[in-house]
Structure formats: structure tokens, C-alpha cells
């Protein structure tokens, strides 16, 4: 049993009354793993998962009293019932991380990233804790969530390395009139918004080059899956985070990021989520300058040039658009396919979609789980459907399952004309989507039309015809070869209307640290 289970278990046994009123953990996690059946596991599991806000270190009930249901989208049955906070649950978690900034900021780098470093480990030690919770409260299968939980615990790695690293410089004036000393400090205290789909790697993302940083944060998570990240709260109290750096604020009521943002002692909004409501947030955000970081939608073209290696480019699909069931922002949007590979490779990437197994993604063998809800497969076979009309051809899956729970079929269309929805709308499903093109000028083209600028993949045998085509793509990261893109240690974001700022690499902790200016005389 680990420190977090033992510990839980032993406060657990000692407040048991005020933790079941206040949403606390009260079990020991390590024990699901040697439950009977799948029901049990998640039986025991919900027994324990926190459900209150996190605030001062501790877990409690929204000041009204307000909670909203979380449902499992595998079954639609309700998953539990979290505290809602309300906007003065919210200023009382900004008075926390204001009046623990300075104290947060004096901490030595060393001992913030040694606590980020025992998160790191923590969090690999509650794997299967945490890829089962994703799973119930998301849909998706247990492999993803199991990756998700290295991913996201890699963040925490990574800036454990980095929070000892940020510099400053030392420079004479050009005329000897002054010395420059240049440092580094933390912007202030956060506001993170995180999405639904990555509930516990986007937190990570975010937190974790904050508190290298040196920042209290305040984390709001999506509605639809709250309980992730309320257990990732767990996992950073028990590394050695001191009370009151970190709030976690589910809540049903979206007001409650406008009042923080109206709040001039907020000094960072991270957020990750739709365009619409990022560029909203990031104008409610410029009334007080506050700084902004947004990682919004995508429209990812996966270019097929008349070089690549077929065989390999169809496999890459299970990656590039797979991942999650499509629900990616950095997932293949465009299968843009050159015309004289598309009869070889359309059979491909069915037999590859064909692979896909489909049903509750904490079931073994499981490969493609429920979408996040029944809305998400509403707003995939729409735009499935709208193709057609327009003029598509259905190769595989385009029928959405009937029964309980919201699933929607690995499916592949063919000869997608340009002016179609599905060619122009972030799909967020299991959706093959092909194009042709005759020309890398026509590829080119064909993925630059589009408002959006997060990722793109060209496959080509030639390298230097790959990077020729890379880098005439509007888009903030190219895949090259591979449907794999993302890493903790490289910058992540995008352009156009798909963001601002980067996370991750050596440039996510410059989004959390202000340049300050110390002027000296000369000698």
C-alpha cells in the first residue's frame, strides 16, 4: 500500500463522519485493484473518490450547499454528485491563493520540485486508480487512460527539472551607463480552465509549470469530468503541497470564471478549451491586462503525399486520429491523400478502423470506448450525416449505436467534398475524413484553409520534401512520419484561431514568469 493510501485510509477511519458530509476521500485506492469483478472495482473506487471542492488542503461542500450530477457515458447512469461552487466559494479560493503567494513564490526551487517530483511518482503509483476513474466519468478505454496517466505525470517530471532552472542574465549597457540584471519571477496567482477530454494530463500541463513557477492556482474543471482532477488534488496534497497553493472548483455555473476574472488580483488564465468561449474569456481577461494562455480548436490535416510509405500512414491513423475516439484537439481532422494513393490507401485504414473494439472502456479488451455524452455523439453524426448528403461515400460505421450509453462507430468516408461541414468543423469522434489532392501546392493550400492552426502530419518518404511542406503549414506543431505529437518536453500550442502561448518544453514555464528589470550603476 503507498503513503497516499495508507495515509487516506488512516484520516479516513478518524474523520468518517466529516468526510462523507464534506465529499472526502475515505478509502485506501490501492484495494481496487484486487476487487472480484469490474462492478466492484468501481464500486469501491467511488466509495472513496472525492467529490467536494478542494480548498485549504481539504475537501468540502460548496458554500450553498449545490451540487450537479456526473454521468457515465458508457451506461448513462449517474456517476455521483459533485459540489457546484458558487462565486463566493470562488473569491474565498482567490483570498487563499493571494494571501499564499509570497509565501508559495519564497519557497526554494529545490523544495517546489521535489514536491513535483513526488507527485511524479505518486501518480504512477495510483495508475490504475486513476486510469479507471477517467475511464467512468469520460468513456474512453483503459489503455488511453492508462497513457494519460504517464503523460500527465511526466508534466509534473519534467517541471520538477525545470523549477530549478529558470535564469536570469547579468549585462552591461551598450554606452557603460548601467548595469543590467535581468530575473525571472513568478506572474502571480492562476487560473486554470481545463476541458473534458484530457481531465487529468491538461491539469497537469498546466499546474505543474505553475507551481515550478512559483504560483498559487485555482483549477476549474469541465462539468463533465470533475472527478479526476479533484483526485489529482489528493496526489499533490499528499507530495507536500502546502494548503491553500492549490483550489479545485468544480462547478455547474460558468459565471464563476467571469467573477474571478473580475477580480484584478488574478494575473494568469490558462485555458484550454472551444475557440468561442477561449476568445471570450481572453477579452474578459484584457479589462485588468491579465495574462492570457489559450490552447482552443483544431482542424488537423494529415497529409498523404505521393511518396509515403502507405502501409505506415494507414497504421499511424490508429494514433493520430484514434486516441480518446477521436475527442482530441490535436487529432486528424483532413485526410488529405494524394490522388494516386487513395484506392491503395482507404482499404488500409478500414482494416485499421476495423480493429477497433468497441464498448465500455473499462471492460478488458476494450479499444474504443463511449463518447463524453450524448450531445458529443449528436454533434458527430451530424456532421457524419451533412457529408453524405453533400455527397460522401460511407465505407465503414456512419450508424450511431442504439441502447445506453453514448457510443458512435470507428467510421471511414471517401471522396469528402471541400465545401462539407466535416471539412471545415472540428469532428471530435471516431471519424475518417479523405480528401484528394493532386499537387503538394494543392495539399498545401487545402490545409491552410482553415481558421484554425494547431497541428498538422505529412507523410513522405523524403525528408527534405516533408520539411519543405512543414514549414509552408499555418499551424504551431507538425507530425512528420508519425501520428504521435505531443511530449511534456517539447512546446505545445498553436496559431490563428487555435491559441496563444505554449505548454510544455522549456517555453511552458515562461508562460508563468514575469521579466523584471534591475538597473545599476556602472563602477
Known sequence: MTELNTQEQTQAHNTQEHTTHSHGMHAAPSQTAGAQS?????????????????????????????????????????????????????????????????????????????????????????????????????????????????????????????????RGDFRPSPTDNARFLVTQQPVGPVLAVTPWNFPLAMGARKLAPALAAGCTAIVKPASK??????????VLRESGLPDGVLSVLPTANASVISDLLDDPRLRKLTFTGSTEVGQQLAAKAAQ???????????????????????????????VAKMRGAGQVCIAANRFLVHESLVDEFVPAVVEQMKSFTMGPGY????????LSGPD??????????????????????????????????????TEVPAESRIAKEEIFGPVVAIQTFSTDAEAIRLANDTHFGLAA????????????????????????????????????????????????GFEGIREFLETKLISIPPR
Open 38 to 166: 469490474v462492478q466492484e472495482r468501481i464500486d469501491y473506487l467511488m466509495s472513496y473518490t472525492p467529490t467536494g471542492l478542494f480548498m485549504n488542503g481539504d475537501y468540502t461542500d460548496a458554500s450553498d450547499g449545490g451540487t450537479f450530477a456526473v454521468y457515465n457515458p458508457s451506461t448513462g447512469a449517474e456517476l455521483a454528485q459533485v459540489a457546484s461552487a458558487t462565486a463566493e466559494d470562488a473569491r474565498r479560493a482567490l483570498d487563499m491563493a493571494v494571501d499564499k503567494q509570497a509565501e508559495w513564490a519564497a519557497m526554494s526551487r529545490r523544495e517546489r520540485s521535489e514536491i513535483l517530483y513526488r507527485t511524479y511518482e505518486l501518480l504512477l503509483d495510483v495508475t490504475s486508480e486513476l486510469s479507471l476513474l477517467q475511464s467512468l466519468e469520460l468513456g474512453r478505454a483503459l489503455p488511453d487512460c492508462q497513457a494519460e496517466v504517464a503523460y500527465a505525470a511526466e508534466f509534473f517530471r519534467w517541471f520538477a527539472e525545470e523549477a530549478v532552472r529558470v
Open 457 to 504: 502530419y505529412v507523410f513522405s518518404e523524403s525528408l527534405e520534401r516533408a520539411l519543405n511542406v512543414a514549414e509552408s503549414l499555418e499551424v504551431g506543431m507538425v507530425s512528420i512520419n508519425k501520428g504521435a505529437l505531443s511530449d511534456p518536453a517539447a512546446p505545445f500550442g498553436g496559431v490563428k484561431e487555435s491559441g496563444v502561448g505554449r505548454e510544455g
Open 376 to 413: 458529443q455523439v449528436d454533434s458527430v453524426a451530424e456532421l457524419v450525416d451533412d457529408a453524405i448528403v453533400a455527397g460522401a461515400t460511407l465505407c465503414l460505421g456512419g450508424i450511431r449505436e442504439e441502447g445506453e450509453g453514448s457510443f458512435y462507430p470507428a467510421t471511414v468516408l
Open 288 to 318: 485588468h491586462t491579465t495574462r492570457v494562455s489559450l490552447e482552443l480548436g483544431g482542424n488537423a490535416p494529415y497529409i498523404v503525399l505521393d511518396d509515403a510509405a502507405v502501409d505506415l500512414a494507414a497504421r499511424e491513423v490508429a
Open 225 to 234: 469530468t470533475p472527478l479526476t482532477m479533484l483526485y489529482l488534488a489528493v
Open 363 to 370: 471492460e478488458d479488451g476494450v479499444t474504443l470506448g463511449a
